[in-house]
């Protein structure tokens, strides 16, 4: 489709006084996974709730797919696909007939259905525990399933609410290369919440952040980096006096200096030189073990926006 | 239609029949009781499906759907299954009509069991041969009011489970209610001149009663039917 895949527009949602969703306007292209970034309570869940059709908008609207989710929230259920906050497997039932359950409920016809269902589950390594009730599984294998689920019926967005949620970090990225192979594979959009910031680092090309039912910011992890703040230089080392620090924020390349422990880290204004400024604490008199080049996390990215905010 | 279908295979697969043979426990049990056990008790009077004989048999949807009816509302819920089907494109009407059918059914599948192997073991042990069948009108209104009587055990069931938070609370709300329906309904049939009951015939009587709870089952079911919508259960 051209356009947007979602669009939503002064969308808000308010339970009594709260302000789940506030004035929230976002466009989220076709073909990507999109994060939805943001501390548990700030509106996520509800975001997904309303492009689902599950909830009626308190002011604003959105469409999914070209659909209206206040009027055919009905054509937007029948294409796409969710893992929402709990995986929402039947648990007495086998993974066989979790995924032939909904199947049957998209009208898949049985032998296309036999033979999806084989195929998602061979890729997941699941096959051979298919007879299984999914009551006996692990947690990771619940998700992968639950994944599995949602792509059954080759939907063309599916909507993922913290998949990785509790998970231990092997856990999760097993899953999270699991969900990327698959992605890649079906070449379907994603809207992904997560308050994972590696996750959305690793598995996002546009990320949005909400916080408190506002977003604060949407763009690829690189344009926030450059909006919320530049190339960074880490400097190891030790002997970093008041003195040092304040010999650094007098430069204009610096933007910015902090020390943590040992850890001097110098936020640059562009892709200026790390060499004088190294000189510069030498000087003073430094002692610099290690020097790397790098450019602000998606985590210090989130920090910063938090920051702001809160100021 | 094949909606209601898929949610009737599926409440088969997850909680009618989950858990192999042992599944089959809880029914056995009950046909042992009310096919096996008060038959022989009862003998001719079963045979003649006399009042005391269809109270009896009115008594199986009420004990079955208790047992299941909060499992599938209450307990999807519980199990927070209930969402992810919300987000399906399953309507609202085929979840509700498909679990309500599913379970209907199954009450009604063990009055017929109960039905037929009461007729022939009362048959086989205490008609000294001489096979006999229920009076076909009786036998008939037997089936009608086991139906219509599952259908007003799982509406009840359904409107008390979608205002509890657990499957254990809608099991104890429902088998309170229950006996209190069991004993209002005796306190105004005794309430009811003796004159009205002379001048009707068992069938008459019969006919009345399933006119009386196939107006409670629409009434029960037009609620449910009108509670269960995803943007209230979303938010419960």
């Not at chain 1, 200026?272 to 073990?289: D, M, N, T, Y």
Request: hydrophobic share 50%; charged share 20%; net charge neutral.
């Amino acid at each position: 489709m051209a356009g947007p895949i979602i669009r939503t527009e002064h969308l808000s949602r308010f339970f009594s006084t709260v302000k789940a969703v506030d004035d929230l306007s976002l466009e989220v292209p076709a073909g990507i996974v999109f994060g939805f970034l943001g501390p548990n309570g700030a509106g996520k869940t509800t975001t997904i709730h309303l492009l689902l059709g599950l909830l009626e908008p308190t002011q604003g609207q959105a469409s999914v797919l070209g659909f209206d989710t206040r009027t055919q929230a009905h054509e937007i259920r029948t294409r796409i696909g969710a893992l929402l906050e709990f995986a929402g497997l039947y648990e007495r039932m086998t993974a066989e007939d979790n995924l032939d359950f909904y199947g049957r409920i998209y009208h898949v016809p049985a032998a296309e259905r036999r033979a999806r269902i084989k195929e998602l589950l061979t890729h997941l390594d699941l096959w051979d525990r298919r007879k299984d009730p999914v009551g006996k599984w692990s947690r990771g294998m619940k998700q992968k399933l639950a994944v599995a689920r949602a792509l059954l019926h080759h939907p063309p967005l599916i909507f993922l609410d913290e998949p990785t949620a509790g998970f231990d970090p092997v856990a999760a990225a097993t899953l999270r290369n699991d969900l990327t192979s698959l992605v890649a594979r079906e070449g379907v959009t994603v809207f992904l919440n997560t308050h994972n910031l590696t996750e959305a680092e690793k598995l996002c090309a546009q990320v949005g952040v909400i916080r408190q039912g506002k977003l604060l910011t949407v763009g690829s992890p690189d344009e926030l980096r450059v909006r919320t703040g530049g190339p960074q230089a880490e400097i190891v080392g030790d002997g970093f006096t008041d003195q040092t620090l304040a010999l650094l924020r007098e430069r204009p390349e610096v933007a910015n200096v902090a020390l943590h422990n040992s850890h001097l880290t110098i936020e640059l204004r562009g892709e200026s030189k790390i060499g004088p400024l190294v000189s510069l604490i030498v000087r003073s008199g430094g002692e610099v073990e290690e020097v790397r080049r790098g450019k602000a996390s998606l985590e210090d990215v989130f920090l910063t926006l938090m920051e702001e905010e809160n100021a | 239609m094949s909606d209601i279908l898929t949610m009737v295979w599926k409440e088969s697969k997850d909680v009618l029949f989950q858990g192999g043979w042992k599944s089959l426990l809880r029914p056995l049990i009950m046909i042992g009781i009310m096919g096996i056990y008060l038959p022989l008790q009862l003998g001719s009077q079963w045979l003649g499906l006399t009042p005391l004989a269809m109270v009896l048999l009115l008594w199986i949807p009420f004990f079955v759907i208790i047992s299941f009816i909060g499992d599938v509302i209450a307990g999807e819920r519980e199990r927070h299954t209930l969402e992810t089907l919300l987000a399906s494109r399953m309507p609202d009407r085929a979840i509700l009509l498909g679990k309500v059918i599913a379970i209907v059914l199954y009450a009604w599948g063990m009055g017929v069991i109960s039905l037929l192997l009461g007729l022939v073991l009362v048959d086989l042990f205490r008609t000294q041969g001489n096979w006999m069948f229920y009076p076909l009108d009786l036998f008939v209104d037997a089936l009608v009011l086991i139906l219509l009587a599952s259908v007003l055990a799982a509406s009840a069931g359904v409107l008390v489970s979608l205002k509890v938070a657990t499957v254990r609370q809608a099991q104890q709300i429902l088998s309170v209610g229950t006996i209190v329906f069991v004993f209002g309904s005796v306190f105004v049939l005794r309430a009811v001149p003796a004159s009205v009951y002379s001048s009707l015939s068992y069938s008459q009587f019969l006919l009345i009663v399933m006119a009386v709870i196939a107006v409670l089952d629409a009434i029960l079911l037009g609620l449910s039917l009108m509670s269960f919508q995803r943007s209230r259960l979303i938010l419960s």
